[in-house]
């Protein structure tokens, strides 16, 4: 066999000399996928289905190189498409989607479409998955031997598991000066957490201990994440990022066990950022809830934060959601997530700053980034980034075909960003709802105002 990169090379040329031969530009993309080289697949991918938009194959390839880049929102639109034409690849498209659906913490309905994909095509199944999920050769959806609870398998009698401690302790090293815009938020979380870091003695003073919550919601790529990193960075603080894989276990128990250890290490590391990211899924309305196995995480999670048994002095709490409605009621009670903070898209400067930080380092020439910003309403940070890939790749597809690279223009981006639908919308468009049917309290008035409503 080949080197890889000498087959991948060999490949390249081929479809720089035939670029409308969509079956061995599938075949790059696949290659491309095979030694890992997925950005650069989901670039050909695309290029097959702009020739060939029906095309099953290059769907399925699209949405396994979304996945493998934590492109998870722009996979599961394509993994729908496929499920719903219920055409060729079928099998495929249910593994995808059950690994999107354990991703986003949705683990039972992810087990049954797994055993949905194997059932049609028993060559995908995939045995860390199944051994993840506790999933046994030969079970079938509906078997009485599966007992979920909570979207977990149900660990047997007697079993056991060693919990360890998830996430990793981060020392970031950017400010709120990295981050553009926000000022209303970045001022709210310097009262809550910022100031009393940095000014501890006229704390003590009246008494009030360092620490408490915030949640942040609004549409997701808009720099919740990112400014919760920022704040870490902005008083020295130790950072302790939490996601649902660090958290939820296969085995009754072990849930709480891993949420207690995560609470215990930043306690060890005052002052220390401890942020909760898709808090939704790990704080969901115990209301909606079928079993009591996820009330008991409920129940622990608001343990934690109240500091029951241990003092949560120095450890400040920052949460972000995409679908705030889903988090249970209590979490907002004084004490807890009692700031919820909501994070719009960045405006037209902070759009044109974006911009001038992602085309930093590539050749360009001479773009207009506030022009640019006029003509990315309502686009968040991910979705601007996506605009300067797709110009990128345009680049190098009319560079491959022509033999000399041309740096990026404002047309470049602009075409790019015609070409892409603002993620933000459909998040606005059920927003909107929430905001006008369930705005007891006001919860939502930064919706109706973001709105005009």
């Not at 501890?200 to 549409?219: D, H, N, S």
């Not at 506030?370 to 990315?376: G, R």
Request: include cysteine.
């Amino acid at each position: 066999m080949h080197p890889p990169d000498q087959v991948i090379d060999a490949l390249r040329q081929a479809v720089k000399l035939a670029p409308d031969n969509h079956a061995l530009r599938l075949h790059f993309a696949d290659t491309l996928g095979l030694y890992g080289y997925w950005a650069e697949a989901e670039a050909e991918y695309r290029s097959v289905l702009v020739g060939m938009p029906h095309n099953s194959t290059a769907k399925v390839g699209l949405a396994k190189a979304f996945f493998q880049q934590d492109k998870h929102a722009a996979a599961m639109v394509i993994v729908e498409d496929i499920l719903k034409s219920r055409g060729d690849n079928l099998a495929e498209g249910y593994v995808i989607h059950a690994k999107l659906l354990a991703r986003a913490g949705d683990v039972e309905a992810g087990v049954r479409q797994y055993k949905k994909g194997i059932d049609l095509d028993p060559s995908l199944a995939d045995d860390s998955f199944a051994e993840r999920y506790n999933i046994l050769p030969g079970q079938r959806p509906g078997n009485p031997s599966d007992e979920v609870v909570d979207g977990k398998l149900r660990a047997p009698a007697g079993d056991s598991v060693d919990v360890e401690p998830g996430g990793q302790i981060e020392r970031p090293r950017i400010s709120f000066a990295d981050v553009g815009g926000l000022d209303s938020l970045k001022e709210e979380i310097s009262v809550k957490i910022i100031h009393p870091v940095t000014h501890p003695e006229i704390f003590r003073a009246y008494g009030k201990a360092v620490g408490g919550g915030i949640l942040m919601y609004g549409p997701p790529g808009c720099g919740k994440t990112y400014l919760a990193r920022a704040t870490a960075g902005e008083i020295k603080a130790a950072f302790l990022s939490v996601g649902i894989n660090d958290v939820l276990d296969m085995w009754l128990g072990n849930s709480e066990k891993s949420l207690h250890a995560i609470f215990e290490r930043a306690r060890a590391n005052t002052p220390c950022v401890l942020f909760f990211d898709e808090v939704d899924a790990l704080a969901a309305s115990r209301s909606d809830m079928r079993t009591s196995a996820g009330r008991h995480l409920i129940n622990q999670f608001l343990a934690e934060m109240d500091g029951v048994k241990s003092s949560n002095d120095g450890v400040l709490i920052l949460a972000a959601s995409n679908a705030p409605w889903h988090v249970d009621t209590a979490f907002r009670r004084p004490g807890r997530f009692d700031r919820v903070l909501f994070v719009p898209p960045p405006d037209a400067s902070s759009r044109a700053a974006t911009l001038r930080v992602l085309v930093k380092g590539k050749p360009a020439q001479g773009i207009d980034f506030d022009l640019v910003a006029k003509k990315t309403v309502d686009f968040s940070g991910a979705d601007l980034k996506a605009v300067v890939d797709l110009a990128v790749e345009d680049k190098i597809l009319r560079a491959m075909k022509e033999g000399t690279p041309q740096p990026l223009t404002t047309r470049d981006i602009v075409s790019a960003a015609a070409r892409i639908k603002p993620s933000t919308r459909d998040w606005f468009a059920t927003a909107r709802n929430y905001a006008i049917h369930s705005n007891q309290g006001g919860q939502y008035d930064d919706i109706v105002k973001y709105l005009g409503m």
